[in-house]
């Protein structure tokens, strides 16, 4: 049993306000061929889209088989239309481009069956309507009551407890009418049909019910329901989908629509693809930074010297030149930081007694000076320089030679043509720049200071902080002395 309480809907157009439907209650039976007469614009077109899901009411209740409509969601509007509802229009909205048995199977897509069991129902429904040798034409090539026929073929192929028809004669012949009347109330034995009409005629003729319809309200009901009549009652059926029939139904839209879904996906792809690029590309450059890093590293030898290096102490900034004429003997800061690895015998064995898997090779340098003195006041000072830690010594022989642009014909001036490298680079406090490979440099910071073992090793007895003149350092010779002179 299908109810409608106080149904209300108001169109507000501007601020005209159209009451297509003022207060309509009204009751319908399980079986009955309802007709609903009334002039054009009274509404009827109104309260057939209410009763058939298509619009909502303002306010009132629509209540299908004892069940407010009120809190129905979207879903619930769905089942309804889909399962219970069977429409007919005026003008048959068929689809154009596709067959008739295809327009007919179209008004189940939703309701989950299977394909050769709606292609079944369909030939039935068509064959109902006496149409099964006209079953592959297209619909421009029917007539207009052989196409309201298809309409009503899609309409009860579903077999809904409901048809509503909408003028389905307005625009077909009388004879023509008359047979499509005639089906419609045999489909009505079956079923609630609920038909606006504008033909009286055809109306008191088929029709069980008459319903006079005028300016959104019910002007009279030949047969009103009454609450002591007992009424089969309908019972909602739900969309029932089983998970198969879902993405059987999914692929046939895919299917269907295969441009907008080759778009979609080209445009979800181009998405998906970048952010993977963009992925994998940061992923593959960490694992080749990491690779090339590690290999480069493998590369470098693991040097143990005899003088190791506290990188945690920092040299302090030196800020401007000092404007003092004397040079003061201090600590270096490298000096400070540096500490004796004690490298014996014992620690070699160690060494070779490692895993020989844990090292390509493992090579020792073993290296002896050349005898350098200086003659302090007569006395033969011995001279210490380092060709693996100048830091340390704060003399050096080879390196200077090369980078101070010293050396005679080897480096005359540096490789771009310029002044040489020395003196590009430091200014003569005292003396003059070196002329030939054999002079001595003796290089002081911004703040005159001097590395102290510079002075030690170039023979001066020194204390910290202790300050020399120009003249006290320059001019000092150093003799290379033969080992068996030396020893
Ligand atoms: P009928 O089918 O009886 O000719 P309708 O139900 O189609 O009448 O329309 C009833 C009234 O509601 C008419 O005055 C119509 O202009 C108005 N109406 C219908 N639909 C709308 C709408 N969507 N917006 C505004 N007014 C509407
Ligand atoms: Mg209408």
Same mark, same amino acid.
């Given at each position: 049993?299908?109810?409608?309480?106080?149904?209300?809907?108001?169109?507000?157009?501007?601020?005209?306000?159209?009451?297509?439907?003022?207060?309509?209650?009204?009751?319908?039976?399980? /079986?009955?061929?309802?007709?609903?007469?009334?002039?054009?614009?009274?509404?009827?077109?109104?309260?057939?889209?209410?009763?058939?899901? @298509?619009?909502?009411?303002?306010?009132?209740?629509?209540?299908?088989?004892?069940?407010?409509?009120?809190?129905?969601?979207?879903?619930?509007?769905?089942?309804?239309?889909?399962?219970?509802?069977?429409?007919?229009? =005026?003008?048959?909205?068929?689809?154009?481009?596709?067959?008739?048995?295809?327009?007919?199977?179209?008004?189940?897509?939703?309701?989950?069956?299977?394909?050769?069991?709606?292609?079944?129902?369909?030939?039935?429904?068509? %064959?109902?309507?006496?149409?099964?040798?006209?079953?592959?034409?297209?619909?421009?090539?029917?007539?207009?009551?052989?196409?309201?026929?298809?309409?009503? *073929?899609?309409?009860?192929?579903?077999?809904?407890?409901?048809?509503?028809?909408?003028?389905?004669?307005?625009?077909?012949?009388?004879?023509?009418?008359?047979?499509?009347?005639?089906?419609? &109330?045999?489909?009505?034995?079956?079923?609630?049909?609920?038909?606006?009409?504008?033909?009286p005629q055809l109306a008191k003729q088929y029709a069980d019910r008459i319903i006079n319809f005028a300016?959104? $309200?019910?002007?009279?009901?030949?047969?009103?329901?009454?609450?002591?009549?007992?009424?089969?009652?309908?019972? @909602?059926?739900?969309?029932?989908?089983?998970?198969?029939?879902?993405?059987?139904?999914?692929?046939?839209?895919? +299917? %269907?629509?295969?441009?907008?879904?080759?778009?979609?996906?080209?445009?979800?792809?181009?998405?998906?693809?970048?952010?993977?690029?963009?992925?994998?590309?940061? %992923?593959?450059? =960490?694992? /080749?930074?990491?690779?090339?890093?590690?290999?480069?590293?493998?590369?470098?030898?693991? %040097?143990?010297?005899? /003088?190791? =290096?506290?990188?945690?102490?920092?040299?302090?900034?030196?800020?401007?030149?000092?404007?003092?004429?004397?040079?003061? *003997?201090?600590?270096?800061?490298?000096? $400070? *930081?540096?500490?004796?690895? +004690?490298?014996?015998?014992?620690?070699?064995?160690?060494?070779?007694?490692?895993? &020989?898997?844990?090292?390509?090779?493992?090579?020792?340098?073993?290296?002896?000076?050349?005898? @350098?003195?200086?003659?302090?006041?007569?006395?033969?000072?011995?001279?210490?320089?380092?060709?693996?830690?100048?830091?340390?010594?704060?003399?050096?022989?080879?390196?200077?030679?090369?980078?101070?642009?010293?050396?005679?014909?080897?480096?005359?001036?540096?490789?771009?043509?310029? /002044?040489?490298?020395?003196?590009?680079?430091?200014?003569?406090?005292?003396?003059?720049?070196? $002329?030939?490979?054999?002079?001595?440099?003796?290089?002081?910071?911004?703040?005159?200071?001097?590395?102290?073992?510079?002075?030690?090793?170039?023979?001066?007895?020194? +204390?910290?902080?202790? $300050?020399?003149?120009?003249?006290?350092?320059?001019? =000092?010779?150093?003799?290379?002395?033969?080992?068996?002179?030396?020893?």
């Amino acid at each position: 049993m299908l109810e409608l309480k106080h149904i209300k809907k108001y169109y507000h157009v501007g601020d005209t306000i159209t009451k297509a439907l003022d207060d309509v209650s009204v009751s319908f039976r399980q /079986q009955e061929f309802v007709a609903i007469l009334g002039p054009s614009s009274s509404g009827k077109t109104t309260l057939l889209n209410m009763i058939g899901g @298509l619009d909502r009411y303002d306010s009132g209740d629509l209540i299908i088989e004892g069940k407010s409509t009120k809190t129905f969601k979207d879903a619930d509007w769905d089942a309804y239309r889909n399962n219970s509802i069977g429409f007919i229009f =005026q003008s048959y909205n068929l689809i154009g481009h596709l067959s008739i048995m295809d327009n007919v199977e179209m008004g189940m897509t939703l309701s989950g069956v299977s394909r050769a069991e709606k292609e079944k129902r369909a030939v039935d429904a068509l %064959t109902r309507v006496g149409l099964a040798e006209h079953m592959h034409k297209r619909p421009n090539q029917l007539s207009g009551g052989q196409m309201q026929r298809v309409a009503i *073929a899609r309409a009860i192929a579903n077999d809904p407890e409901i048809l509503l028809a909408d003028e389905p004669t307005g625009a077909l012949d009388s004879e023509t009418s008359e047979e499509i009347m005639q089906l419609i &109330k045999e489909l009505s034995k079956e079923r609630l049909v609920i038909m606006v009409t504008h033909n009286p005629q055809l109306a008191k003729q088929y029709a069980d019910r008459i319903i006079n319809f005028a300016d959104g $309200k019910i002007l009279n009901d030949s047969a009103p329901y009454s609450e002591h009549e007992a009424d089969d009652h309908f019972t @909602l059926k739900r969309t029932k989908m089983s998970f198969w029939t879902a993405l059987k139904l999914s692929f046939t839209n895919i +299917k %269907t629509k295969k441009g907008r879904t080759f778009l979609t996906m080209f445009a979800s792809s181009i998405g998906i693809i970048s952010v993977a690029i963009v992925l994998a590309l940061s %992923t593959g450059f =960490q694992t /080749q930074i990491d690779k090339t890093e590690a290999e480069t590293l493998a590369q470098y030898p693991i %040097t143990i010297a005899q /003088q190791g =290096q506290d990188t945690s102490q920092r040299p302090s900034q030196e800020k401007g030149f000092s404007k003092s004429d004397q040079v003061t *003997a201090q600590t270096s800061a490298a000096d $400070k *930081a540096q500490h004796v690895n +004690k490298i014996s015998q014992k620690y070699l064995d160690y060494l070779n007694g490692l895993n &020989k898997k844990l090292a390509k090779n493992i090579s020792y340098t073993y290296a002896t000076g050349f005898n @350098l003195v200086r003659d302090v006041n007569g006395q033969y000072k011995p001279v210490k320089f380092s060709n693996s830690n100048p830091e340390r010594s704060g003399v050096d022989a080879s390196a200077m030679m090369s980078t101070l642009g010293v050396g005679g014909s080897v480096y005359p001036v540096d490789r771009y043509g310029k /002044q040489s490298y020395l003196e590009s680079n430091y200014k003569v406090l005292a003396g003059s720049y070196p $002329k030939a490979a054999t002079d001595i440099v003796l290089v002081v910071n911004r703040d005159n200071t001097v590395n102290i073992n510079s002075l030690k090793n170039l023979g001066f007895t020194v +204390k910290e902080n202790q $300050k020399y003149n120009y003249n006290d350092l320059v001019g =000092q010779t150093v003799k290379v002395v033969a080992n068996d002179d030396y020893y």
